[in-house]
């Protein structure tokens, strides 16, 4: 079975400064997918980045940018020029690619992130 | 707004009694999934349900049931609640061909407190 390991319970940013959210991840596939979610105050799950495994180059959107390093099984978020809005719990999220499988999502435990002003 | 649709949004109730909390999944989803997120066990999947079929299980307890209408809607059905069982219920859904990268969007969640 897949597993997902977020190491960091809590991070803190300065606004306008750069942070980095931890995941590993174990799997025997070579065909999958990974997800950052975010999940604010609301509780609403918001999609941040995905990452097919087979494309070498990491994911970016507007300030959101992966680091994926497929063989030490590691996807963790750069999140530049930090804002109070992005104060969340960031969870990091694996889904297999096998066909007729099903798309189940594994997450994370997450990580808060606080952001000071 | 993902388009998805949760009712009702808070549930309060008592211990075993039963509860149905109900998804509307985004118009031209086929697939839906429900997900439990709870403090000691985080977001944990629970089934997945393809055009009215169950396509997958998870960590679902017996006690619980789920179906997927032919309207595409679904419903998660809780019995002989625990106070264990309090918890958010996430719906999500997704166009789901079974190949390729489909976003799973997520509803609002039901908030369940069991007392």
């Known amino acids: 079975a897949q597993t997902v390991t977020q190491s960091q319970p809590e991070m803190s940013v300065q606004e306008a400064e750069t942070v980095t959210l931890s995941c590993t991840y174990d799997t025997s596939e070579s065909d999958y997918y990974l997800f950052w979610y975010k999940q604010p105050p609301s509780r609403q799950m918001i999609l941040v980045i995905r990452q097919e495994a087979y494309k070498q180059q990491n994911a970016t959107e507007n300030r959101f940018s992966v680091n994926f390093q497929k063989a030490a099984k590691s996807f963790s978020l750069k999140i530049s020029d930090s804002q109070l809005g992005d104060a969340a719990m960031y969870f990091c999220a694996y889904r297999s690619g096998r066909k007729n499988y099903g798309n189940k999502l594994v997450f994370g435990a997450g990580t808060i992130l606080r952001v000071k002003s | 707004d993902s388009g998805v649709t949760q009712t009702p949004k808070h549930l309060i109730t008592a211990t075993g009694q039963r509860v149905t909390l109900r998804c509307s999944p985004r118009?031209?989803?086929?697939?839906v999934y429900w997900y439990q997120q709870s403090l000691d066990q985080g977001l944990q999947f629970l089934i997945h349900y393809y055009n009215g079929e169950e396509r997958a299980k998870g960590n679902i307890l017996e006690r619980f049931s789920a179906q997927q209408f032919p309207d595409l809607h679904s419903e998660l059905n809780l019995s002989s609640l625990e106070l264990g069982d309090s918890a958010l219920y996430f719906c999500a859904s997704s166009l789901d061909l079974g190949v390729g990268l489909h976003e799973q969007f997520f509803g609002p969640g039901t908030r369940l407190t069991v007392l």
């Open positions: 118009s031209g989803d086929l697939s």
